[in-house]
T-cell receptor, first 113, second 112 residues
Framework: AQSVTQPDIHITVSEGASLELRCNYS??????LFWYVQSPGQGLQLLLK??????LVQGIKGFEAEFKRSQSSFNLRKPSVHWSDAAEYFC???????????FGKGTMLLVSP | GAGVSQSPSNKVTEKGKDVELRCDPI?????LYWYRQSLGQGLEFLIY????????KSGLPSDRFSAERTGGSVSTLTIQRTQQEDSAVYLC??????????FGQGTRLTVV
């Protein structure tokens, strides 16, 4: 069965500093990988996805993620964090474009002034 | 509408009552998913509809939970004889072929 691990429950970053959120997955074949963001009281918004091709994918709001098959990782990065980025971030894996998502437990990002 | 719409946004019910949660997917999306988000369990898959195929019900936690999708569009998730452990945010999502799932704002269910 596929699984996703987000090892950091909380991360605090200073505004303007760089950010990296970690995600490791377990899946036998090439997975479909996603990052979603959830602000308080809101649903999940898709930041970016990897299906195939270039392993460095660009998303919305200045986020990017890199798929590393050798490390079974799909870490999310942003060069300069803004206060509005404070939210909970979820990494997810799917077997294909039509299959269900398996989510990690999430990482709560706090942004300090 | 432009996005996935869920109603109600909040629902408080008494233990033992039945509840119905509604999801209007993005027009034209053939796949529809229900997930549950709770503090202890994170985000869990419940049920998945794809076109006219039989739904994947493998995530439903008990036979008190059921869902239907009428006319390939609107879906209703029904929870019978609600229990306190059913308190959670219920999220609906829809997608097109080989694309990402778009989520609604969720329904926060509180069982008292």
């Amino acid at each position: 069965a596929q699984s996703v691990t987000q090892p950091d429950i909380h991360i605090t970053v200073s505004e303007g500093a760089s950010l990296e959120l970690r995600c490791n997955y377990s899946y036998g074949a090439t997975p479909y990988l996603f990052w979603y963001v959830q602000s308080p009281g809101q649903g999940l918004q898709l930041l970016l996805k990897y299906f195939s091709g270039d392993t460095l994918v660009q998303g919305i709001k200045g986020f990017e993620a890199e798929f590393k098959r050798s490390q079974s990782s799909f870490n999310l990065r942003k060069p300069s964090v803004h206060w509005s980025d404070a939210a909970e971030y979820f990494c997810a894996v799917a077997e294909g474009g039509y299959s269900t998502l398996t989510f990690g437990k999430g990482t709560m990002l706090l942004v300090s002034p | 509408g432009a996005g996935v719409s869920q109603s109600p946004s909040n629902k408080v019910t008494e233990k033992g009552k039945d509840v119905e949660l509604r999801c209007d997917p993005i027009s034209g999306h053939t796949a529809l998913y229900w997930y549950r988000q709770s503090l202890g369990q994170g985000l869990e898959f419940l049920i998945y509809f794809q076109g006219n195929s039989a739904p994947d019900k493998s995530g439903l936690p008990s036979d008190r939970f059921s869902a239907e999708r009428t006319g390939g569009s609107v879906s209703t998730l029904t929870i019978q004889r609600t229990q306190q452990e059913d308190s959670a945010v219920y999220l609906c999502a829809s997608s097109l072929a080989r694309s990402s799932a778009f989520f609604g704002q969720g329904t926060r269910l509180t069982v008292v």
